[in-house]
């Protein structure tokens, strides 16, 4: 009988929170309640279901980016009604806070269509795997990418501070301690810094890969956990083997 309570308590709290984080709340439903009263029904955009129709998707929205041929889809009030009771995206982003490297216009989506989660130098900590566990878990979403980035300010410190045997004030060491393990000793200055760019996402690829929940979805092939990085010179994003 204890274990029933137990039970019935976890699914009241995962519906709880399912129903919080996809944005059916009274809050946001009476916000809308005027323009739902009146409006037509309207029909949610299409989604991508499978990990490759996701990354063929984020392919494609880069390609428009960096041709300068933006759609900034799914702005529109029709879309913006029916995200006022449900969200349905169809990738998990693991970016960098970095100004330059916004995942919704590198890859040109808009309003529902990714999770995004930022840290400096794509950084896991437990809210961070707790984010991407929600989107995979919760809402099924097929695809994560971890997108790190050329010129990245956050791999620059971690290199210094390893170089210099200096200690990052507050929580800044935290940082550099996480991507230590990526740095790449074999080469030197700018090149250092650009290798373990894209070592750190491959660090924190192979991480995310092997939280048991993810790796069992991986394993059924529902869920595709890739690494990519993009450019700064050309715009382009790169997946990374």
Do not use: K
Not at 1 to 17: C, D
Not at 21 to 28: D, K, Q, Y
Not at 30 to 54: F, I, K, N, Y
Request: proline share 5%; net charge neutral; with cysteine.
């Amino acid at each position: 009988m204890n274990s029933q309570a137990t039970s019935h308590r976890g699914t009241a709290r995962r519906t709880l929170l399912r129903t919080a984080l996809t944005g059916a709340t009274a809050l946001g439903v009476g916000l809308g309640a005027t323009t739902t009263a009146t409006a037509a029904p309207v029909t949610a955009p299409h989604r991508p279901v499978t990990p490759d129709e996701a990354l063929r998707e984020l392919a494609a929205g880069n390609r428009r980016w960096r041709t300068y041929r933006e759609r900034h889809p799914h702005e529109n009030p029709a879309v913006r009604r029916t995200l006022t009771t449900s969200q349905h995206p169809f990738a998990v982003v693991l970016g960098c806070i970095d100004s330059r490297v916004p995942p919704e216009l590198v890859f040109d989506q808009g309003l529902g269509d990714l999770m995004t989660v930022r840290t400096a130098g794509e950084v896991l900590d437990e809210a961070v795997l707790g984010s991407v566990a929600y989107g995979v878990l919760e809402l099924g979403i097929p695809l994560v990418v971890v997108l790190g980035h050329q010129s990245c300010g956050a791999v620059r410190a971690a290199v210094a501070a390893e170089q210099s045997g200096e200690h990052l004030p507050a929580h800044m060491q935290y940082l550099v301690d996480q991507i230590g393990p990526a740095i790449d000793h074999d080469r030197e200055g700018d090149a250092r810094i650009d290798a373990t760019v894209s070592a750190n996402v491959r660090l924190v690829r192979s991480r995310l890969a092997a939280e048991p929940e993810l790796a069992a979805r991986i394993a059924t092939g529902v869920l595709a956990v890739v690494g990519a990085r993009y450019e700064l010179t050309t715009q382009a994003v790169n997946r990374l083997a």
